[in-house]
């Protein structure tokens, strides 16, 4: 009777043409919401479920909620690493609306909160009922979690004449289980759904949207064998505009999924409708077309079945046993202590001045002109020997393993994020590019970072005497801001209260992870997690004084740092009902080659019954780690920790001591009144001299300290440049790579070559190229200071590495152009490279001249068009350098000597003669966005895309702008890349929006789908039976047989950034004119 009663219930609603707002489960400060905090990537605290979700098989403890309408059962990474790609995800994921959101400047609200009352369980069973009326006799849900998103925008840059757009989306996710299922339920109300993707931010001035995901993914990303689990339920824009009006329940805007449960569960099942056909978005709109083959990607490890990629009725895998999830610490209650805590650390601090560790030239002082993004390199152990006792070349590389630590026998203490570099003295290990640490331990920047421990203590508070061993600590970092949150369980009581000022353990998490301003480091940066911290506490007036002994012990299996703290000695007592308020401190901690030292006050008030009481106490400590001294790197200037906002509380129903910390990092000047310095003779830093007898503390004086020993010069300009690329190359420069040759005394040496290759130039003080030096191998220019060089006009100097004989693609990688060899038609990933390296510049459009072996591209940052010949030590140079505003298409004509190109700033099409003259404006009328352009040089036609939105289509005229005419208007969305075939003589395009891969004949008729199922493609070019594309879901180059449509393979550049142009080189040139 209750589901009769539900369908019944829901008839008028199914009725509607869409879902009233009203229709949403209650939500909002009145039912108790939680309000995420504003702004573009926030994500809530965990929040602790009553009882555990079965989520893919996995039972979770905790749900957090995201900006970009997405729920986690972790703690979510940055959003450059999930925002604008496709599923699977890393990490478990259910996403009701997936897009780059932002709720800055009052533009929506986000709430969220669990709910166990009857009205909010019984309008979910509801809906679950009637999407599965086989659970009817059997499911109800006890708990439920809801999380709505209301009125919220997308992410845009605004500038000060434009305004932020008024297109706002609201939806709402319920997920309502028992102990043994799980539901999801995505609400989306009328005119709930305004904008159906977003800009990536990485996309420059190149226009183009990514449309948002709707679905689930288990999220498998520690197990790189296998992309993971997954169910997509939208990813196209005309399915993600149906949401609202579409259903699998019958109520439009309403779609329910069972998501998990106690019994294997293959793969999240959409609801079926009370028996009636599932109605589908992906399927039914997509165009029919052979159906893609089964990639390695797609399929589990276990061999099972691939995933469905989209809402497909029937046909589910069989069911697969998944692992239970492990054991995460837990956290209930405080919501209000972590509040605003992110703005706090970042207030006053511009985001270009939160020091990014990956090298930069020109942000760190660098001259520019010289390569300032190399390739990265996979993890691993690699070993590097600079001789350090220079001469005149020092760009010198020797091994040696005699009589010293070499990382061939020693390379395996690095961390596996670390590369190992062999010195004069010994090795040592260091970080690679995106993580941080010591070497020996390093974690991923931006991270989230636990830290789990054990707390013992030996106290006296006031007159009672309290022990307590091994009390459970458990800390949360999250590595992108400097926030910090701990807690410590079981501790007694008095000595809970009494450790609230401590917070709760002196403040090791902020040194340990705070938010590093430019020029400094914190402490795990400089210590990894192996140190031990010495901390002496007097409070005053009582003048009571505790010990606190911190040791970290390394990290564990799962990453996760390990710290062990004792405490001994006597704290002033504390009322159990009163509350602590710590006040915002700044200590100055002061480096030797040993560790680190500092002092500093710090204020508290305890708030009770009787009043305030403000009370402060002093602190002093050593905190000592092993470096490496094999590196000769000068320990860091004096730094300043700020520690902007403390909380501290006691849960004493749960018996847990908790807190909070936001911190920053800086240099010391102009940081106020320096706290006063540890002795050097207590901080061990000096050896020190004591009167015969007096005993090593100098009958309780410090003695006197000897001197210490002289200083090493700072590294200079050229050192340090060099060593930032020798760490952004993996240790291990490739033979053509460029790395700065720097003098004994450290200044640049005045000749600079590219490697091993023989191209050599000189250069200024500065290390900055003197125009017109460049040479050719075997004839080294004269770089002496009286040499003055010819005036000649000033190129610039890129990366240079020449292709191998054969066939092969070349594709656009914002400052770089990369090489991938085709093997016939398959992808020589291992031979992939860089071909040529252009700082500054933003390449979108390339095509190759087959005639004069000359490569061409537009650099949309730049403005210009630029080319450069394939043969070795060729220097680029701009043909077209005026008169653009974001030129992106580009197509060669081998047999006109011509080129032609799209600027979808201007909304023209232009050609000109290949080396820049003859200009002429063919189009600059009926464009609105034009992107791709191709030609067929025999016929002498010309083909080009304009993704206008709201008419977008494909045109074509000849080579001379006569004949302008539609070639297709019907059945498009975005198409993004467009190829000529010159042997089968087909045009084909990839439409990001359709997702479909089409071809036609040149007069528009033939028309057929090749694949169905891209992802989001932005080029693509076509050789032999083959498809290639770039895709910026899978930020790779993506293969696809013609006659099948199947995915063959698949190229994922190790850096990761969107690709653009893509073209083909061929050893010869395609087709004659007849």
Not at 400 to 409: D, H, Q, Y
Not at 573 to 579: L, N, T, Y
Not at 646 to 670: I, K, M, N, Q
Request: glycine content about 10%; aromatic content about 8%.
């Amino acid at each position: 009777m209750r589901a009769l009663a539900a369908l019944v219930a829901l008839a008028a609603l199914a009725a509607a043409t869409a879902l009233p707002r009203r229709a949403l489960l209650p939500h909002g400060a009145a039912r108790g919401d939680a309000r995420l905090r504003p702004g573009d990537d926030e994500s809530s605290p965990a929040v602790p479920l009553r009882r555990r979700l079965p989520f893919y098989g996995r039972a979770a403890r905790h749900l957090y909620v995201g900006t970009n309408g997405v729920i986690s059962t972790q703690d979510f990474p940055r959003e450059t690493q999930y925002v604008d790609d496709d599923f699977p995800t890393d990490f478990p994921v259910i996403a009701p609306f997936l897009a780059d959101i932002d709720t800055s400047g009052g533009r929506g609200n986000i709430y969220y909160r669990q709910d166990d009352s009857l009205d909010v369980l019984n309008q979910a069973a509801d809906y679950i009922w009637a999407g599965f009326p086989q659970a009817a006799g059997s499911f109800m849900p006890t708990n439920a979690f809801l999380a709505t998103w209301e009125d919220v925008g997308a992410y845009e840059e605004v500038s000060q004449d434009t305004e932020p757009s008024k297109k706002l989306n609201t939806f709402q996710a319920v997920v309502a289980y028992d102990a043994s299922d799980a539901y999801a339920i995505f609400l989306y109300p009328d005119d709930g759904l305004q904008f159906s993707g977003t800009r990536p931010k990485e996309s420059y001035n190149v226009q183009l949207e990514l449309p948002a995901r709707v679905g689930f993914s288990r999220g498998d990303g520690d197990d790189p064998k296998r992309e993971g689990l997954f169910y997509s339920v939208a990813s196209s824009q005309q399915a993600l505009k149906n949401l609202y009006q579409e259903s699998n329940v019958m109520v439009p805007g309403v779609w329910v999924f069972h998501i998990g449960s106690a019994a294997p569960l293959a793969n999240v099942a959409p609801a079926g409708g009370g028996g009636q056909a599932v109605v589908t978005l992906e399927s039914t709109l997509a165009r029919a077309g052979p159906a893609p083959a089964t990639t390695g990607a797609q399929a589990l490890e276990d061999g099972g079945p691939s995933a469905p990629t989209e809402l497909l009725p029937g046909a589910l895998p069989p069911a697969a046993s998944y692992p239970g999830a492990g054991a995460s610490p837990t956290w209930r209650g405080g919501a209000e202590l972590l509040e605003n805590l992110s703005e706090v650390v970042t207030e006053g601090l511009p985001p270009a001045e939160v020091r990014s560790r990956g090298p930069s030239p020109e942000a760190a002082g660098f001259p520019q002109g010289h390569p300032a993004n190399p390739p990265s390199h996979r993890y691993g152990q690699h070993g590097v020997g600079v001789e350090e006792d220079v001469s005149s070349d020092a760009d010198a590389f020797t091994y040696s393993a005699a009589g010293r630590e070499t990382c061939r026998r020693h390379g395996g203490r690095c961390s596996p994020h670390a590369f190992c570099a062999d010195y004069a003295t010994g090795s040592c290990c260091h970080c690679r590019a995106t993580y941080y640490g010591n070497g020996r331990q390093c974690l991923p920047e931006g991270a989230v970072h636990r830290l789990n421990g054990k707390v013992s203590g030996r106290l006296e508070v006031g007159r009672t005497p309290v022990t307590f061993q091994d009390a459970d600590l458990h800390a949360y970092v999250v590595g992108t801001d400097g926030r910090a949150y701990a807690a410590v369980s079981r501790v007694p009581q008095p000595a809970a209260s009494a450790l609230l000022p401590l917070a709760p353990v002196g403040g090791l998490l902020a040194w340990l992870f705070a938010l590093e301003e430019p020029g400094s480091e914190n402490g795990f940066s400089l210590a990894g997690a192996e140190f031990t911290q010495r901390l002496e506490v007097t409070f005053y007036p009582g003048q009571e004084t505790v010990l606190v002994t911190q040791t970290a012990e390394g990290l564990g299996p799962e990453g996760y740092l390990s710290v062990r703290t004792q405490l001994q000695g006597r704290l002033p007592p504390v009322p159990a009902e009163a509350g602590v308020r710590i006040a915002p401190y700044a200590e100055l901690y002061r480096y030797s080659g040993a560790g680190a030292t500092s002092e500093g006050r710090r204020q508290y008030v305890v708030a009770g019954a009787a009043g305030n009481r403000t009370l402060w106490y002093r602190l002093r400590q050593n905190i000592t780690f092993g470096g490496c001294p094999h590196a000769r790197r000068p320990p860091p200037g004096p730094q300043r920790l700020r520690v902007q906002r403390v909380f501290a509380l006691y849960d004493g129903a749960e018996r847990v001591l908790r807190c909070a910390t936001a911190s920053r990092v800086g240099p010391a000047a102009g940081a106020g009144e320096e706290q006063p310095a540890a002795h050097p003779c207590a901080d061990g830093s000096h050896a020190c001299e004591c009167p015969a007898g007096a005993g090593d503390r100098c009958g309780g004086e410090l003695g006197s300290p000897s001197p210490p020993p002289p200083s090493e010069r700072p590294r200079s300009l050229c050192e340090r440049w060099r060593q930032s690329l020798l760490e952004h190359y993996g240790g291990s420069p490739r033979g053509h790579q460029y790395v700065p040759r720097c003098e004994a005394a450290g200044a640049f040496a005045p000749l600079q070559c590219h490697g091993d290759s023989g191209y050599c130039w000189c250069v200024d003080e500065s290390g900055r190229e003197i125009q017109g030096t460049r040479s050719q191998p075997g004839s080294p220019p004269p770089c002496l200071p009286s040499v003055a060089p010819p005036s000649v006009r000033p190129t610039p100097r890129p990366d240079v590495s020449p292709p191998a004989a054969g066939t092969f693609l070349l594709y656009a990688q914002g400052q770089q152009i990369g090489y991938l060899p085709l093997d016939g038609t398959r992808l020589q990933k291992e031979a992939a490279k860089t071909l040529l390296a252009l700082h500054g510049s933003i390449v979108v459009g390339i095509d190759y001249d087959c005639r004069e072996k000359m490569l061409y591209w537009t650099d949309v940052a730049g403005r210009s068009i630029n080319r450069a010949s394939l043969e070795p030590g060729a220097e680029p140079e701009p043909v077209v350098s005026s008169g653009l505003l974001s030129p992106e298409g580009l197509a060669v004509d081998h047999l006109r000597r011509a080129m032609f190109w799209t600027d979808s700033g201007l909304d023209k099409i232009e050609r000109a003669r290949l080396d820049g003259s003859e200009r002429r404006v063919l189009f600059d009328t009926e464009l609105v966005n034009p992107r791709a352009i191709a030609v067929d040089p025999v016929r002498g036609n010309l083909y080009w895309t304009d993704w206008n939105r709201e008419a977008p289509k494909i045109e074509t005229s000849t080579v001379n702008g006569a004949n302008r005419r539609i070639l297709v208007d019907k059945d498009i969305g975005l198409p993004n890349g467009l190829t000529f075939d010159p042997f089968s003589k087909l045009l084909c395009w990839a439409d990001a929006g359709t997702k479909n891969l089409e071809c036609t004949f040149p007069d528009g008729t033939g028309r057929r789908v090749v694949q169905n199922n891209l992802n989001y493609p932005f080029s693509i070019v076509s050789y032999a039976d083959h498809f290639y594309h770039t895709d910026w879901r899978r930020d790779g180059v993506i293969a696809v047989n013609k006659d099948t449509g199947a995915f063959t393979d698949e190229y994922l550049p190790e850096q990761r950034s969107h690709l653009y142009g893509i073209t083909a080189v061929y050893p010869y040139c395609p087709g004659a004119r007849k």
